[in-house]
């Protein structure tokens, strides 16, 4: 049972264009929710992150939004920069899972 | 600030042995978590420590065990080595349980079963 959601595998982006990363969940519990980037052979970085709250948190070029009734997020990168070419995760934390529960990732290739 | 650190950083077993693996978390932290990620996989979650005691533990058999040491590092053990077990293993701490605290990772320990 996959309660987070990232059904595009992988995105391929223009350096300075619009990176829009995608994420489902089927949890109407879930209260709290990250975005995490991750190079090959290092551990996940948190970038950002969004309580159940608020539609939209925003921090330099990442911003996340929240769109509750669809139970859909999203992660907007702009502008696109080779260097934020890694594996994008979404996680979810609330309810009675009292775990975060990651997707299964996007592979972000932004194109010099 | 020192980051979440684990070791070690490869290790290879063969089927039936058993392997430990070690964390510490960003100073200050009272909660570790541990991950595993297979090949091809998300992110699953195995144990969750905080003050010395398991307060979750995910859909893994129990030869995946772990503990808390006073100091807040932790093991994780996993007994009688399957196959399946090859994976990089992620290690995570917070100040708190989410959603008031975000959990940060370690780089990890990728484990090869042959």
């Known amino acids: 049972d996959q309660q987070v959601k990232q059904n595009s595998p992988s995105l391929s982006v223009q350096e300075g264009r619009i990176s829009i990363l995608n994420c489902d969940y089927t949890n109407s519990m879930f209260d709290y929710f990250l975005w995490y980037k991750k190079y090959p052979a290092e551990g996940p970085t948190f970038l950002i992150s969004i309580s159940s709250i608020k539609d939209k948190n925003e921090d330099g070029r990442f911003t996340v939004f929240l769109n509750k009734s669809a139970k859909h997020l999203s992660l907007h990168i702009v502008p696109s920069q080779p260097g934020d070419s890694a594996v994008y995760f979404c996680a979810a934390w609330g309810g009675a899972t009292n775990k975060l529960i990651f997707g299964t990732g996007t592979l972000l290739a932004v194109q010099p | ?114």
């Not at chain 2, 909660?31 to 969750?48: E, H, I, P, R, T």
């Not at chain 2, 093991?75 to 009688?80: D, G, I, W």
């Not at chain 2, 990772?105 to 079963?113: A, D, E, I, N, S």
């Open chain 2, 1 to 114: 600030e020192a980051g979440v650190t684990q070791s070690p950083t490869h290790l290879i077993k063969t089927r039936g042995q058993q392997v430990t693996l070690r964390c510490s978390p960003i100073s200050g932290h009272t909660s570790v978590y541990w991950y595993q990620q297979a090949l091809g996989l998300g992110l699953q979650f195995l144990l969750w420590y905080d003050e010395g005691e398991e307060r979750n533990r995910g859909n893994f058999p129990p030869r995946f065990s772990g503990r808390q040491f006073p100091n807040y590092s932790s093991e994780l053990n996993v007994n009688a080595l399957e196959l399946e077990d090859s994976a990089l293993y992620l290690c995570a701490s917070s100040w708190d349980r989410p959603p008031r605290e975000t959990q940060y990772f370690g780089p990890g320990t990728r484990l090869l079963v042959l």
